[in-house]
């Protein structure tokens, strides 16, 4: 993916995700594996959720951060990669966030971390939707008129 | 509805018949008059025993205090205000007095040789904590149209039942694991399973199908799938936070029994 105006976006059907703490966690609801990327690449999720093109990604992770650009775009053309192989973001059509600067304030610079993307295979049977269903949408799901039952 | 083993099982050693432990079998209900008795009928119809069977009605505003009085001295009843279906097994666990605890929904239904078979485990494994079955949905008459549309596809097909209708524990696992969380509205059952797998606890999965859960029109399922994942991200997160905690023993990746279903993509 050497294209740096592309954007990605969430593969919202099949994946949930949440930066929580600066921690994106990330999770694929199909099979049940998940995700977990702090501190930059944390920042780099909130980004790709915003709707961020790569370049503009790779800007805000300089501007932040104590690196320099070149590192920034090979490690984020990595981490992009691996994302589109774990099948976590697919490269979007649509057009970016109104305003690109939006979500980075100026601030001093911090020490720099590579983005590392740690993968857990290890409770697919308990994440999983029980069972795993992405057709979910068809079904007739909620009648009003009734209480939920324990 | 399926039979998954033949024939009777017999627990392995006659001597110990004597010994047989009992089993808490905690039911939490909110509004569940309509079928409540076939939940408690699965119960007495285990080939197992002794057991010891606890309704938590939690605030149910309909006729089950009625269908639970049916059945006499049979079985226990706990009334409390709504607080949730965590609060209401958790209340269960607290009431009882059963070496072992297990749960079921008040619309869904154990095969006969439940916990039997679970038992069993616990005789060949003394070092178990816990022991899970493989549950499958069925669909109340009304649903067909859904029923036949499903069933080619994974709603219709077994799976491994991370949930309390299918787990028998022994009491002591909810000592060191803890209760569930009451502050959870859908994933307080993952919640505890991450705890358990942190803890190591010792797990048995069942290739059985032993718990058939019911779909009809209000299971909370339905809401939860059209709810927003946050708790479930929250519950991954806070799991993974109290794994990275220094001096905690608890390993980096868990461990589950083996399903057999193997990595799914």
């Not at chain 2, 149910?60 to 009334?79: C, I, M, N, P």
Request: aromatic share 8%; proline share 7%.
């Amino acid at each position: 993916m050497k294209d740096l105006h592309q954007r990605l976006r969430p593969r919202g059907d099949e994946v949930a995700a949440k930066v929580i703490d600066g921690e994106a966690i990330i999770i694929n609801l199909a099979n049940g594996i998940y995700y977990s990327m702090d501190k930059v690449g944390g920042l780099i999720w909130d980004m790709v959720q915003s709707g961020h093109s790569l370049e503009e990604i790779i800007q805000g992770v300089t501007e932040r951060y104590d690196v320099a650009r070149e590192k920034v775009e090979s490690d984020v053309l990595e981490l992009v990669g691996e994302m589109l192989r774990e099948n976590l973001v697919a490269v979007s059509e649509d057009g970016g966030p109104a305003d690109p600067g939006s979500q980075l304030p100026p601030g001093e610079k911090v020490a720099y971390d590579a983005p590392k993307l740690n993968i857990y295979r290890d409770m697919g049977d308990l994440l999983a939707l029980d069972p795993p269903t992405p057709g979910l949408g068809d079904t007739p799901w909620k009648d009003p008129g009734e209480e939920p039952s324990n | 509805m399926e039979r998954s083993r033949g024939g009777a099982v017999q627990l392995t050693d006659p001597v110990k018949k004597m010994a047989f432990p009992l089993i808490s079998c905690i039911v939490p209900v909110f509004n569940g008059e309509r079928y409540l008795g076939e939940a408690l009928e699965s119960i007495f119809a285990q080939t197992y025993r002794p057991l010891e069977v606890v309704v938590v009605d939690d605030g149910s505003t309909d006729g089950t205090a009625a269908v639970v009085g049916a059945h006499g001295e049979k079985v226990g009843y706990l009334f409390q205000p709504n607080a949730g279906v965590a609060a209401a097994c958790n209340r269960g666990v607290q009431a009882s007095r059963g070496e072992f605890i297990a749960f079921l929904a008040a619309d869904d239904l154990w095969h006969p040789q439940k916990l039997v078979l679970q038992m069993s485990q616990f005789q060949n494994r003394p070092e178990l904590d816990l022991c899970l079955t493989h549950m499958k949905n069925f669909w109340i008459p009304e649903l067909r149209a859904e029923e036949e549309r499903f069933r080619n596809q994974p709603l219709a097909q077994p799976w491994p039942g991370y949930l309390p209708q299918a787990l028998l524990a022994r009491r002591a696992v909810f000592e060191t694991v803890g209760l569930f969380d009451a502050t959870l509205r859908y994933e307080d059952a993952k919640d505890w399973f991450l705890r358990a797998a942190e803890r190591e606890t010792v797990m048995e999965l069942l290739p059985d199908i032993l718990v058939y859960r019911r779909l009809h029109r209000a299971n909370i399922s339905r809401e939860k799938a059209i709810a927003s994942p946050v708790e479930l991200l929250q519950i991954v997160k806070a799991s993974l936070n109290r794994r990275r905690r220094p001096g905690v023993a608890s390993p980096q990746f868990l461990k589950l029994p083996d399903s057999g279903r193997g990595e799914k993509t």
